[in-house]
C-alpha cells in the first residue's frame, strides 16, 4: 500500500470552468476536514470544492462529498480514481470556479475523475508515494555525554520527523519503523547503562 509524502497540485479547464486538483497527505478523517474546512475557506470564491479521501492502511476510511453537484457526479469519480491507484492516506480536493458552461452530468463526472487522475499523475512523476510503514513515535532524553553516541546510533535508523531540543539536557523525538523500534529500545538502554529510557 503506497502512501503520498507531500503537497502537490494540478491545474486544468474545461469548457471555461477552473479545475484545481490537490492532493494532501492524511492520517484521519479528523485531519481530512480540519483541511477541507481549510480549503473551503481559502477558496471562498469557488463555485464548488469536491473532496474524497482515503485513510487506514486497509483503506478501511472513506469519504467523500459532491459539495453542490448533482448527486454522484464528483466526489464518488474523485474517490473511485483513488481506490483504484492503491493508495491511502492522502485527501484530495477538486475546487471549481464555474465558466458559464454547463457540463452535464457525464461532463462532470469526466471532469472531476480527470481532475485526480491527474494530480496522482503527477505525483507518481514527482515520485511522492511511498510503500505504508507503520511507524511508532519516540522520545527520550540524555545528557550531552551520551548525546553524540546515541545521534550516531540513530543515524543508523529509518528515523522520520527527527527533532531535538537542547537545554539541560538534549530531547529528542521522532519515529521509527516499527520494525526497527524494540532495537532503539535495547541499544539505547545499552549505550547509556540504563540511562536512557524510551
Known amino acids: 500500500m503506497n502512501i503520498l509524502k507531500d503537497y502537490i497540485s494540478a491545474e ?37 470544492v469536491v473532496h474524497a479521501f482515503v485513510t487506514g492502511l486497509s483503506m478501511e476510511i472513506l469519504g467523500m462529498s459532491d459539495d453542490g453537484e448533482p448527486s454522484g457526479t464528483a466526489g464518488r469519480p474523485a474517490l473511485d ?38 494530480v496522482l499523475l503527477a505525483a ?3 515520485g511522492l508515494f511511498e510503500e505504508y510503514v507503520k511507524k511508532i513515535p519516540f ?27 537542547f537545554g539541560t539536557a538534549v530531547k529528542v523525538s521522532g519515529k521509527v519503523p516499527e520494525s526497527e523500534y524494540n532495537l532503539l529500545c535495547s541499544k539505547l538502554k545499552d549505550l547509556s547503562n540504563g540511562k536512557i529510557i524510551l
Open 139 to 165: 522520545i527520550f532524553e540524555c545528557d550531552y555525554t551520551l548525546y553524540q553516541a546515541a545521534k550516531r546510533f540513530l543515524e543508523s535508523l529509518s528515523v522520520s520527523e527527527l527533532e531535538e531540543n
Open 12 to 48: 486544468f479547464t474545461v469548457k471555461g470552468s477552473r479545475f484545481l486538483s490537490e492532493l494532501f497527505p492524511c492520517e484521519s478523517q479528523a485531519e481530512a476536514k480540519e483541511l477541507i474546512k481549510a480549503q473551503k475557506s481559502k477558496y471562498s470564491d469557488a463555485t464548488h
Open 81 to 118: 480514481v483513488l481506490k483504484g491507484h492503491g493508495c491511502t492516506n492522502l485527501l484530495l480536493t477538486v475546487t471549481r470556479w464555474f465558466g458559464g458552461t454547463l457540463l452535464g452530468t457525464g461532463g462532470l463526472v469526466k471532469a472531476y475523475g480527470d481532475g485526480a487522475k491527474q
Open 124 to 126: 507518481d512523476e514527482a
